[in-house]
């Protein structure tokens, strides 16, 4: 079990949790959420060990082996599927043991780690982390490749398959699906339904909260909260307390208003002064409650078009892929496609299909290998590319981005 027993968490002068207490079951699926800065990430680095609470506890078994996603990916020659096995720590420990008593001719100690090899799947253990880079899209050729020859979105999964691959008790997801496609998101919602352990996963993606936890823990007003089911059960519940919230506040609130208005009259009058003072301490002693407030709504629109013309475009007969060395390689061929104003498209195929060198042809930044590409005049096509983020300056600030784009525009705005 892990046990938050009047716990308090800051970071420098920001308290994030104060005096909570909350307690998860083993083998519960928790769902870890709250307004961006309230601490999620936080009481994940408390659990990992790399926090310490500043009042209270977080206890759960010494025992546990607890695993995580590693946020930094060295730039390694090594294999992609190796190091996904690396993961197993301990695997990799008896490997390195065996090693050594090889090279020192102890029998008996070969004996021991072939057992403890046999007790930790190590015969088994490759085609587990095929499966398992499988699932989350890697190729059998891209499992050989060097992990230094990912991208960052592809080495994120090779630290996801890392995690997953670790025998462990509790395992710790911070938003997992960030650099997954669809056919990975499910393909992992379904191995979390099967992990064993108490899983704690931090995601911003309601569809897979719902599918793969059973218990909310939400933290807002500096408080932890548990409640059960997924998180649209979550969110009904809650909807309901503030509501339920609301009406107790204002019994409250009527209540402290006839509790004044009598100390208010009869304080002064000797007759009523031992009545007045008794509800001067009732008074005293109703502790206000706080409001639970609704999560403030986030609004935004985009501008209308300055032209909208219809259909916006139309291929006919095209093939869209690459030109290399003066040779066209083409990804998907005889593309007929019309596209109306004001349409709606999911874009779905299996890795390497070729959706991105699809969507690439339609906002321009590939030209058809052959066939007929009409952009109407007047369409404006906006991108966000697969790998936006890695486009993005670091030592920049987020406004800067902004105004790079948008250099005529008021910074307010």
Known sequence: MIRFSQLTLARGAKVLVEASEAALNPGEKIGLVGANGSGKSSLFALLRGELHADKGDADFPARWRVAHVAQETPALDRPALEYAIDGDVDLRRLEEELA?????????????????????????????????????????????RPVASFSGGWRMRLNLAQALMRPSDLLLLDEPTNHLDLDAILWLEDWLKRYPGTLMVISHDRDFLDGTVNVVLNIENRKLRRWAGNYSDFERQRAAALVLAAGQIEKQERERAHLQSFIDRFKAKATKARQAQSRMKMLAR???????????????????????????????????????????????????????????????????????????????????????????????????????????????SPL????????TTREQE
Not at 400 to 407: E, N, R, T
């Open 400 to 407: 800067w981005h902004l105004m790079k784009i948008a250099p």
């Open 100 to 144: 050594q008593a090889e090279e020192a001719n102890d029998g008996t100690r070969i004996g021991e780690l072939h057992a403890s090899l046999a007790d930790a799947d190590a015969y088994t253990v490759r085609s587990r982390a095929e499966r398992l880079l499988a699932g989350l899209g890697f190729s059998q050729e891209a499992m050989q």
């Open 286 to 396: 109703m502790e206000e409650m706080a409001p639970l407030h609704v999560s403030s709504p986030f609004s935004f629109e985009f501008r209308d078009p300055l032209k909208s013309p219809n259909p916006l475009l139309t291929l006919e007969g095209v093939s869209a892929g690459y030109r290399v060395e003066g040779e066209d390689k083409v990804i998907v061929r005889d593309i007929d496609f019309s596209l109306q104003t004001g349409q709606r498209y999911g874009l779905l195929g299996i890795n390497g299909a070729g959706k991105s060198t699809f969507i690439k042809t339609l906002a321009g930044e590939l030209s058809p290998l052959s066939g007929k590409a009409n952009f109407n005049k007047g369409l404006a096509v906006g991108y966000f590319a697969q790998h936006q983020v890695e486009m993005l300056r670091e030592d920049e």
